[in-house]
C-alpha cells in the first residue's frame, strides 16, 4: 500500500505541475534573465517550446513509473527508478521556466499522462530487454527533439538554453544506460508510430 500511494503522490504531482527538482537549477548558472531581451513574439515561442519540454516530462513519468511497476528484474526496475528522478528534475526546470515567462503547462497533461503511462505498461509486458529497448529509442528520439529547439532558441535566451542543454546530457546519457542493460533495437515500424505519436503532442502542447 505504502508503494501505491507513492507512485500516485508522483503521478499527482506531474500532472498538477507541483515537481520540485533534486538538483540545482541549470539556468541559476547563467543568471536572471534581462527583461527587455525577449519581445512578446518571442517570449510566447519559448513558452510554447518549453511547455512542449514540459509535457515530454510528464511523458516520462508515466512512461517510467509504467515501466518500473512490469518490469521483471530488480536492476531494471532500479535503473528506471534513478532515471524517473532525474526526469523529475526536468520536469521542475520546465515548469520553473513557464512560470518565468508568464506561461503555463499544458491543460492536456492528465491526457498525456494516461496515454504515455498506458503504453509503458505495453513496452514493460514485453519483457526486460523490449522495455529497456523502448527507453533508448525514446531517449533517441528526444535528443533530437531537444537538438532542435536549441536551434529555435532566440540566442540572447541563455537560460532557456542551459536547461534545454542539461536535459539533452541527461537523456542521451539514460539512452546510453537502457542499451549497456541489454535494451534490444525496436522495430522500424515501431520507430515510426513512436515519431507520429510526438509529432501530434508536440504540435497540440505548444499551444494547449
Known amino acids: 500500500m505504502d508503494k501505491l500511494i507513492q507512485e500516485f503522490d508522483i503521478a499527482l504531482r506531474a500532472i498538477t505541475g507541483a515537481t520540485r527538482a533534486g ?70 526546470w520546465c515548469a520553473e ?24 505498461l505495453l513496452a514493460g509486458r ?4 523490449a522495455s529497456l529497448g523502448f527507453v533508448s529509442e525514446t531517449e533517441r528520439q528526444v535528443e533530437q527533439h531537444l537538438t532542435g529547439h536549441l536551434g529555435q532558441l532566440p540566442a540572447q535566451d541563455a537560460r532557456s538554453r542551459a536547461i534545454l542543454e542539461q536535459m539533452r546530457d541527461d537523456e542521451v546519457r539514460h539512452g546510453a544506460a537502457a542499451r549497456d542493460a541489454g535494451g534490444v533495437g525496436l522495430p522500424g515500424p515501431v520507430r515510426a508510430a513512436m515519431r507520429a505519436a510526438s509529432r501530434v503532442m508536440t504540435t497540440t502542447a505548444y499551444r494547449i
Not at 52 to 78: F, I
Not at 100 to 118: K, Q, V
Not at 126 to 129: F, H, L, S
Open 23 to 92: 538538483r540545482p537549477n541549470p539556468a541559476d548558472a547563467v543568471g536572471a534573465d534581462d527583461p527587455g531581451a525577449l519581445e512578446a513574439a518571442e517570449r510566447r515561442h519559448v513558452a510554447g517550446l518549453m511547455r512542449v519540454n514540459h509535457v515530454g516530462e510528464v511523458c516520462a513519468q508515466a512512461l517510467y513509473q509504467a515501466q518500473k511497476l512490469t518490469a521483471r528484474d530488480a536492476t531494471v526496475r532500479r535503473q528506471m527508478d534513478d532515471a524517473a528522478r532525474e526526469e523529475e528534475d526536468h520536469l521542475g
Open 97 to 120: 521556466r513557464l512560470r518565468e515567462l508568464g506561461s503555463r503547462p499544458s491543460l492536456l497533461n492528465p491526457l498525456w499522462y494516461a496515454g504515455a503511462f498506458a503504453i509503458g
Open 126 to 129: 514485453a519483457g526486460d530487454r
